[in-house]
């Protein structure tokens, strides 16, 4: 079966904390792709980041980094210095097997407060 | 460039109407998607096409529902007849491939009376 688990239902720091989302996927394809997405108060959902199964590097991408893990089965997602306008709900997800099907986690809110 | 178009942005209906959510994907994509996100459920994938075929539609609840694509450029999702119960957020998301990142639009907010 293929889940993705997002244990922190509410997060809550001050802003130029750092913060971590962590995110956990369990399937049974060796292919497969994981993203992240989030959701500000607005309501879209804006694109982060795509990561495929063969690739363990860790991405920065300005205050954002995110830290692909096989071994744990884990794509956890950091917030530097975290600012008011990070506040949001943040989505991981996966995507295996063939299928265009993306798996989405119940999503984690962050509330950064000034 | 412009994104994915969905409308309208807010539907509230009575109970027993028929509902029909549009939407246009960005120009060159060829996968369209139809999300559901409730408080209850999250997001859930309703039904998805690549190059205007259905491919998999297992995730749409009922024969109430139906999604239909004439056009590489349109979409429809429609409900008939609609319940309290399908009142959500209704999202409509594009890619250039299966695996690619899905771009989404900004949804249609949809209450049921």
């Known amino acids: 079966a293929q889940k993705v688990t997002q244990a922190q239902t509410e997060i809550s720091v001050v802003e130029k904390e750092d913060v971590t989302l962590d995110c956990v996927y369990e399937?049974?394809?060796?292919?497969?792709?994981l993203f992240w997405y989030k959701q500000p108060p607005s309501g879209e959902l804006v694109f982060l980041i795509r990561?495929?199964?063969?690739?363990?590097q860790n991405e920065i991408s300005g205050r954002y980094s995110w830290n692909f893990q096989k071994s744990t089965s884990s794509f956890n997602f950091t917030i530097t210095a975290s600012q008011v306008v990070d506040s949001a709900v943040y989505f991981c997800?996966?995507?295996?097997?063939?299928?265009?099907?993306?798996?989405f986690g119940q999503g984690t809110t962050l509330q950064v407060k000034p | 460039d412009a994104g994915v178009i969905q409308s309208p942005r807010h539907e509230v209906t009575e109970m027993g109407q028929e509902v029909t959510l549009r939407c246009k994907p960005i120009s060159g994509h060829d996968y369209l998607f139809w999300y559901r996100q409730t408080m209850m459920r999250g997001l859930e994938l309703l039904i998805y096409f690549n190059n205007n075929v259905p491919i998999d539609d297992s995730g749409m609840p009922e024969d109430r529902f139906s999604a239909k694509m004439p056009n590489a450029s349109f979409s429809t999702l429609k409900i008939q007849p609609s319940e309290p119960r399908d009142s959500a957020v209704y999202f409509c998301?594009?890619?250039?491939?299966?695996?690619?990142?899905?771009?989404f639009g900004d949804g249609t907010r949809l209450s049921i009376l």
């Open positions: 990561r495929n199964s063969f690739d363990e």
């Open positions: 998301a594009s890619s250039t491939g299966a695996n690619q990142p899905q771009h």
């Open positions: 997800a996966l995507k295996s097997g063939n299928t265009g099907k993306l798996i």
């Open positions: 399937t049974r394809d060796t292919t497969y792709y």
